[in-house]
């Protein structure tokens, strides 16, 4: 059962909108990559959920006086909104189109700004590699769909914030990865982990700490549904076996990982609760096995 808080979002009717909406958090996500420090475990190039949509944050710019600039999706008012600190403003609108067309007009912009960047333009964690200035296939925009997701990021944002709440170790903001599109937040150990020989640099810098992690994503064309999910890293030996809550939760062997479905979570009568029940116990299965100090680590332990 659906509402208006928790609407429906069937990966089938917007796959094609999920696509082109990946594409350009990535143009924009990427602009943030190259203007700021690089922050433990790749936090300086994410997005943050607002009322509206999806922002950057405050990114600085500039060579010999520096300003800073700000980009947001306003999934409300279907528009792109670039913000500085000079009080200039520029605006595309998001429609059906290219990804090639968006990118072109949003370099051109942030060019009529003096924010001078460049880009890696080959998408990153996504099964099509066509680099978004030649990418004419992906041009879909259903409003619809797009407000039903910025509507689930909005009550997902909210339940993981409380789910972080009580705990007192090191752990991430909740916050918006545009390579894997997914919202999610990561508690960490304290401990360092080794990977295995041959981790890309991506990897060796976003699990350098053990971790647990929670999150939702809209599904992809593995797992096409959406869907919260929870892993922890390294995977303790056994972790596969442990029982998570509520019952409609699973061990998927092919992602590796925990999953409720969305949909599932939708039929309880509490999403947020049931949310928070699948986040609590996924962690305390991968803690258990991991033997984290959770005495140190949370309120109230």
């Not at 089938?12 to 602009?31: A, F, P, R, Y």
């Not at 010999?64 to 999706?73: G, I, L, N, T, W």
């Not at 619809?144 to 997701?149: I, L």
């Not at 029940?277 to 100090?293: N, P, T, V």
């Amino acid at each position: 059962m659906t509402s208006p808080d928790w609407p429906s979002l069937p990966y089938s009717q917007w796959e094609s909108t999920c696509d082109t909406l990946h594409m350009l958090t990535q143009i924009v996500g990427k602009t943030r990559k190259e203007l700021t420090v690089l922050v433990n475990h790749w936090w300086n190039v994410t997005l943050y959920v607002t009322p509206r949509g999806l922002t950057t944050g405050t990114i600085p710019f500039g060579r010999e006086r520096y300003e800073a600039f700000e980009v947001q999706f306003d999934f409300i008012r279907h528009r792109l909104v670039i913000e500085t600190s000079t009080g200039e403003e520029r605006r595309i609108e998001l429609r059906p189109r290219s990804v090639a067309e968006f990118y072109g007009e949003y370099m051109a912009m942030l060019g009529s700004l003096g924010i001078a960047v460049k880009i890696h333009t080959t998408p990153d964690e996504f099964d099509d590699k066509t680099a978004f200035e030649h990418d004419h296939k992906h041009a879909c925009y259903d409003k619809k769909y797009v407000e039903s997701f910025h509507r689930i990021l909005v009550n997902v944002d909210r339940v993981l914030k409380q789910f972080r709440a009580p705990f007192l170790g090191k752990c991430s903001p909740v916050q918006f990865f545009w390579g894997s599109f997914d919202l999610a937040v990561t508690r960490f150990s304290g401990r360092r982990c080794t990977l295995p020989k041959g981790a890309d640099h991506m990897t060796r810098e976003a699990y350098s700490h053990e971790v647990s992690s929670c999150g939702f994503w809209p599904g992809d064309r593995r797992y096409k549904q959406a869907a919260f999910y929870a892993y922890s890293m390294p995977p303790p030996a056994g972790l596969e076996k442990e029982k998570v809550q509520p019952n409609a939760a699973h061990w998927d062997t092919q992602l590796s990982e925990f999953i409720l479905n969305y949909e599932d979570a939708l039929t309880t009568g509490s999403p947020d609760d049931t949310i928070l029940q699948f986040c609590q116990s996924a962690y305390e299965a991968g803690a258990k096995l991991a033997k984290w100090d959770r005495k140190e680590l949370e309120r109230g332990s």
